[in-house]
């Protein structure tokens, strides 16, 4: 199994800052892409960027200039810096993997429980 533990979200002004991290551990023998997605309360999931093992990136059209997706490979883990908020960039922000846990398994894309993000006055 594997496990996915985000952290960072927060309340934070219009116009602020935020960076998402999002740690990957468990049975892991390679990890192909990391990713995140958003749900807007009433809204389906979203995406908003992902990232190969190679560092090759993603991202949603809204999302580009304003959000950088980055990966420590070492560490297994994913990050997501998130500027010039606006409120409709409130959500929930989940985390995503694609897992091989060993050499001879498939890739299974496991999520994160989500964290939430509030862009609010």
């Known amino acids: 199994q594997v496990q996915l533990v985000e952290s960072g979200g927060d309340l934070v002004q219009p116009g602020g800052s935020l960076r998402l991290s999002c740690a990957a551990s468990?049975?892991?023998?390679?990890?192909?892409?990391m990713g995140w997605y958003r749900q807007p309360p009433g809204k389906e999931r979203e995406l908003v960027a992902t990232?190969?093992?190679?560092?090759?990136?993603n991202y949603a059209d809204s999302m580009k200039g304003r959000f950088s997706i980055s990966r420590d490979n070492a560490k297994n883990t994913v990050y997501l810096q998130m500027n010039s908020l606006k409120p409709e960039d409130t959500a929930v922000y989940y985390c995503?993997?694609?897992?091989?846990?060993?050499?001879?398994?498939?890739?299974?894309?496991?999520w994160g429980q989500g964290t939430q993000v509030t862009v609010s006055s």
């Open positions: 995503s993997a694609v897992v091989k846990s060993d050499y001879r398994a498939t890739y299974y894309k496991y």
């Open positions: 468990g049975s892991i023998f390679a990890i192909a892409s």
């Open positions: 990232i190969a093992s190679t560092g090759s990136t």
